[in-house]
């Protein structure tokens, strides 16, 4: 065949014509079939199944759910529930006391339960039990529930210790009170508007409170820093009472009231009544 007779064959020759849109929009769905997120996971776990045992699958769940038991949220909702099954514990919140704090440390919690809060009136008649030198005898202390630090055993679920902190907060309470004394006898104020004859009927301190210190695996029970501590003296002389009002944080005397005189004869108590 000579070159013309074959030029003048490929010139009438009928291409089909290309469907650009349909081709691009059956190469978008064979693409979404093949790579979906959804198929990628399910190739994904299908390999994971084959590479790994059941055992160990079982391992890694049984892990997982440990590790969720033992995490510090969990930790600290068990070391209170069980703290909340002691009956003494029980005895104390139905009283008014609070869990303030509670703190994790080598597998045991550590509970901080806080006293609860005084009246004022009752805070203004709390006896003097001091035996500092003009300090008046007539009334004796009473040893008060000043919270306590219990130790939690979230292995065993019990309650392994409590220390009662009361006998504490009576030492540091009685402190306060030598440090009043200290403070109000060497006050110019409290000497000039107070006979020197009087004697101390009530010295009222602030109750201490406590918080939880945690040093690498121990937990302990120390007192707050109060930014500022005050106090009040009560002098009695002759039917009369003067009080004085202390700044411990400071060491010096605020100001000395004349509070009156003590009608018919009526003690400090009776007074208040």
Do not use: C
């Amino acid at each position: 065949m000579e070159n013309e007779d074959l030029i003048k064959k490929l010139e009438e020759i009928s291409l089909p014509k290309i469907e650009i849109k349909s081709h691009k929009k059956g190469l978008s769905l064979v693409l979404m079939k093949k790579y979906s997120p959804e198929r990628k996971r399910a190739e994904l776990f299908n390999i994971f199944k084959k590479l790994i045992p059941a055992g160990a699958i079982a391992v890694i769940l049984f892990f997982f759910i440990f590790n969720n038991l033992n995490s510090p949220k969990y930790n600290l909702a068990k070391a209170k529930e069980i703290a909340l099954q002691n009956n003494e514990i029980k005895d104390w919140l139905q009283q008014g006391s609070t869990i303030k704090d509670i703190k994790i440390a080598d597998g045991k919690a550590y509970v901080l339960i806080e006293p609860p809060e005084e009246k004022k009136e009752q805070e203004e008649l709390a006896p003097v039990s001091l035996k500092s030198e003009g300090v008046s005898q007539e009334n004796i202390a009473e040893e008060k529930f000043g919270g306590a630090f219990v130790e939690v055993n979230i292995k065993e679920k019990e309650v392994k210790n409590i220390k009662k902190l009361a006998p504490i907060v009576t030492s540091l309470m009685e402190i306060k009170k030598e440090k009043v004394l200290e403070i109000v006898n060497k006050s110019w104020e409290v000497q000039e508007k107070v006979p020197k004859e009087a004697e101390v009927l009530n010295i009222n301190v602030p109750t201490p409170k406590f918080r939880l210190s945690k040093d690498g695996g121990s937990v302990s029970a120390i007192p707050e820093t109060e930014t500022e501590e005050k106090a009040s003296i009560i002098y009695k002389s002759d039917g009369h009472r003067w009080e004085g009002k202390i700044n411990l944080t400071k060491e010096e005397v605020e100001e000395v009231n004349f509070l009156g005189e003590i009608k018919n004869g009526a003690t400090f108590e009776e007074s208040n009544r």
